[in-house]
């Protein structure tokens, strides 16, 4: 990344975008990350962009990216994940989908506020599911250490609590001038799926609505760019996208719209409070 020209143009950690100046690309992967770089420069023309490690189940990871993190921060898209996997667990004990979908990236935002803060009317972008819908958070046993081990159930935990996320980042750091808006991008076809059978991804498909096809890259990403950059939404947060607009309650038989216990304040902030204290036991 170029620093020199940090104060005239913005500067985003997210997994691809395709304008707005320098850029930082967190990735686990870094030959994927390199590779998805060198695609950014090819098709726009920019080549200010910065590939870092980043491991979102390993908190010594996310602290050591935020260690070198400098200067102003415009844009943060929370988009990494990972969906229905068998149990794992990580070294504290904590179930593997929490742990990186909610926890890493909470971690990774918190340790970014003040920089953050130092854009001046920064978004962060958290990429939830429409899979919200199978689960609220359980906080009473979240990392399923007394009920039974369910994968779809951990993943909607996981994106209730991305949505919930938005909701109080908003709240919190409303006078920083930051907001976040949660979102739904859709069914695209990534190594995201890497756990389903060709099978699950076809029920899967047809309990989101039945859709005949899988969504593009880019159509894939057009909510997250609407949320990340669209001047309508300044100083708007703690809302729900679904298909490059708002998004309504959800509708008894329907797989689209936001599940009431995702937008709960009261939820929110208490999510907030047990993942702080989760992070520093």
């Given at each position: 990344m170029d620093h020199d020209h940090q104060h005239t143009c913005q500067h985003a950690v997210l997994p691809r975008v395709h304008r707005h100046g320098g850029r930082a690309r967190h990735r686990r992967n870094l030959d994927a990350g390199q590779r998805a770089a060198a695609d950014i420069t090819d098709t726009t023309g920019n080549d200010r962009?910065?590939?870092?490690?980043?491991?979102?189940?390993?908190?010594?990871?996310?602290?050591?990216?935020?260690?070198?993190?400098?200067?102003?921060?415009?844009?943060?898209?929370?988009?990494a994940r990972i969906?229905?996997?068998?149990?794992?667990?990580?070294?504290?004990?904590?179930?593997?989908?929490?742990?990186?979908?909610?926890?890493?990236h909470f971690a990774l935002t918190t340790g970014?506020?003040?920089?953050?803060?130092?854009?001046?009317?920064?978004?962060?972008?958290?990429?939830?599911?429409?899979?919200?819908?199978?689960?609220?958070?359980?906080f009473d046993d979240i990392h399923f250490t007394r009920r039974p081990y369910d994968p779809w159930e951990a993943y909607g935990q996981s994106k209730t609590a991305n949505v919930l996320l938005?909701?109080?980042?908003?709240r919190r750091w409303a006078d920083d001038g930051i907001t976040s808006n949660a979102l739904m991008p859709g069914a695209i076809r990534t190594n995201l799926q890497r756990y389903l059978s060709e099978e699950e991804l076809n029920r899967m498909r047809a309990q989101s609505g039945g859709a005949a096809y899988w969504k593009s890259t880019e159509q894939g990403a057009a909510t997250s760019v609407l949320v990340a950059t669209a001047p309508l939404l300044d100083g708007i947060g703690g809302r729900y996208f679904e298909d490059c607009q708002e998004a309504g309650p959800n509708q008894p038989g329907t797989r689209t719209g936001y599940a009431p216990y995702a937008r709960d304040p009261e939820a929110a902030e208490r999510l907030w409070t047990v993942s702080e204290e989760t992070l520093r036991a």
């Open positions: 962009i910065l590939v870092a490690p980043l491991d979102l189940a390993d908190q010594s990871s996310v602290a050591g990216f935020v260690r070198t993190w400098d200067g102003p921060l415009h844009i943060l898209v929370d988009n969906m229905a996997s068998p149990e794992m667990r990580t070294p504290q004990g904590w179930e593997m989908q929490f742990a990186t979908n909610h926890l890493g970014l506020h003040r920089a953050l803060a130092a854009a001046g009317g920064a978004r962060v972008v958290s990429v939830s599911s429409a899979a919200h819908l199978r689960s609220p958070v359980v938005a909701v109080e980042l908003t």
